[in-house]
Structure formats: structure tokens, C-alpha cells
């Protein structure tokens, strides 16, 4: 099915380890999004693509970094954990124009100890 | 005021029941505003889409009043299916606001 591909969907990680969150869309968009949810709070931006080969700073990218490998694959990586980063995590796509809406991947569920 | 602001319920409805979620938003330039729909422990799917006065589809109706700056979505004979939380968008790019949701539990 056509969609937006999240791995993995659950992780536990010490405080210091280092992850990649994997997400891949086979819907042809051409912007891409990386969001974090917290309980109480809307979706929070924290890197996005513009489109292939771009990568910008959203509302809270501090403690990670993105990577647009190609136009389907929009990689999240926490070089060093901490606990404040657990949260679920959610990929997000739209094609060229925002009328047609979000499609999300099914998230990453991360928790830090 | 925060960009977007949503009452976070929960709404306890039972079967049948109308209900209405308001959603208030800041900027007085956004020119179309979503409803998402998301299940406990799932993505956001979307809902509908608001461009003009307002947008129906079936039993579920979202309105927009600019002059106030909210948008509401109407339920008319609620489903337990729709027990979900109601995400308000203010779409805009990289500056897009998600509202943090309203829960409704609709019981038999």
C-alpha cells in the first residue's frame, strides 16, 4: 500500500546512545517532515525537506540532525540520547501543494532512560 | 493567545449524540485550516479540509468564522468508531501549527 514507512516502531535507548529513525514514502511528494508529540502538546517541527537534496530547522531540532537521502527517504538520528527526546515521533509527507494534507508514517514510539 | 488552541476535553457523548469542537487560531492571514483524526497510539489521518465558509461530509460538518478566527467541527449521530482525538491545523509549510487535540469518547 501506498504510504509512508516508519522504522522502527518501538525503541528503548540509555541516555548517550545514538539512533536513526528510518522513514521512507513511495507516494512521490516531494516535501518531507520529521515531527515529535508529547502528551498535552500539538506536533512539534523538528527538521523538514523542502524537497530532494534540502534539509532545514524546524521548532526544536536541538540534539538532532536529518538527512534527505533521495527523494523517498527522510532519515531522523540522535547522535547522543537524553531523556528529554522520549516522545513518538512521526514522519510526514505532502506532495508540492498542502491542500491535499499531511500523510503521516505509524511513528516511533522512543523512550530514553 | 497561542497560535492554536483547542479545548483538550475529554467530551463524554453518548450514541447518537451531536457534537461540536471550537478552534481558535491567531493568525488572521491563514487562508485554510485542516481536521485530523487520530486514534489512540496511531498517526493522524485527515479529516477534512476547510478553504471557505465551511465543508460537509456525511455526518461530519467544519465551519469557519474568520471575523472571530475559529473553526468548528459538527458530528451529528455519533459512532463509538469516532472516539478519537481532533487535531486542528493551520497548514503553512515548515510554520504549520497542530492543535493539541480534542478527545471525544463516545459510549453506548
Known amino acids: 500500500n501506498a504510504g509512508v514507512t516508519q522504522t522502527p516502531k518501538f525503541q528503548v535507548l540509555k541516555t548517550g546512545q545514538s539512533m536513526t529513525l528510518q522513514c521512507a514514502q513511495d507516494m512521490n511528494h516531494n516535501s518531507m517532515y520529521w515531527y515529535r508529540q508529547d502528551p498535552g502538546m500539538g506536533l512539534r517541527l523538528i527538521y523538514y525537506s523542502a524537497s530532494e537534496g534540502t534539509t532545514d530547522k524546524g521548532e526544536v531540532p536541538n540534539g538532532y540532525n536529518v538527512s534527505r537521502l533521495n527523494k523517498r527517504e527522510f532519515s531522523l538520528r540522535l547522535e547522543s540520547a537524553a531523556p528529554s527526546q522520549t516522545s513518538v515521533y512521526f514522519c510526514?509527507?505532502?506532495?508540492?501543494?498542502?491542500?491535499?494534507?499531511?500523510?503521516f508514517g505509524s511513528g516511533t514510539r522512543l523512550t530514553v532512560v | 493567545r497561542k497560535e492554536v488552541e483547542q479545548d483538550p476535553g475529554p467530551f463524554n457523548v453518548p450514541e447518537g449524540a451531536t457534537v461540536a469542537f471550537n478552534c481558535t487560531y491567531s493568525?488572521?492571514?491563514?487562508?485554510?485550516f485542516f481536521w485530523y483524526r487520530q486514534d489512540c497510539r496511531k498517526e493522524p489521518k485527515l479529516l477534512m479540509s476547510?478553504?471557505?465558509s465551511g465543508n460537509e461530509d456525511g455526518r461530519f460538518t467544519a465551519q469557519l468564522n474568520r471575523a472571530s478566527q475559529y473553526i468548528s467541527l459538527l458530528i451529528r449521530d455519533s459512532k463509538l468508531s469516532d472516539s478519537a482525538t481532533y487535531l486542528c491545523v493551520v497548514p503553512g509549510g515548515f510554520k504549520t501549527i497542530f492543535g493539541a487535540g480534542t478527545r471525544l469518547f463516545v459510549k453506548a
Open positions: 510526514a509527507s505532502i506532495p508540492g501543494q498542502e491542500v491535499y494534507g499531511y500523510t
Open positions: 493568525n488572521s492571514a491563514s487562508q485554510s
Open positions: 476547510v478553504y471557505s
